[in-house]
């Protein structure tokens, strides 16, 4: 495991845009962390760095979000809401996860047994600094 210490908005802003740069058809990016630890944030820089244009929301509510305009689809997952793993079937979220773009998965451990083995995790806590954090990343 990874321990990558950030320490500022900006140095958040590169590591997703270079993230998103790296990715992949096919790869998961699972974001576990409190409220606040910058779960969206990370996932606008990632969609930045994968070329997409269009204006990045959270998908509290409709649980997943497309987007088309970059180099791959990106697809947004917020499965705070999700009350049972099995929930996720009703979505089709293996026609994601086993698709053509790449999945961003915020709040990914209330559905972690869904997960393939390969999925990029990043564990985001806060870090001493109002705006620093430390990512925990299994790649």
């Known amino acids: 495991m990874r321990i990558i210490h950030l320490k500022n908005e900006e140095e958040t802003a590169k590591f997703g845009l270079d993230l998103g740069m ?9 974001l576990i962390g409190d409220l606040g630890t910058g779960k969206t944030a990370l996932t606008k820089a990632v969609a930045r760095g994968m ?37 996720m079937y009703e979505l089709g979220y293996e026609e994601y996860f086993f ?14 047994e869904l997960l393939p083995e390969e999925a990029k995790v990043i564990r985001l ?12 990343c299994t790649f």
């Open 22 to 30: 790296s990715l992949q058809k096919g790869d998961i990016v699972a």
């Open 125 to 136: 806590e806060y870090g001493a600094g109002e705006s620093e954090r430390i990512y925990q």
């Open 99 to 112: 698709g053509e773009g790449v999945c961003v998965i915020e709040w990914a451990d209330l559905i972690e």
């Open 51 to 87: 070329g997409i244009t269009e204006t990045i929301t959270s998908p509290t509510f409709t649980i997943v979000q497309e987007y088309t305009s970059g180099r791959l689809p990106l697809y947004h997952f917020d499965v705070y809401r999700i009350q049972d793993p099995e929930d």
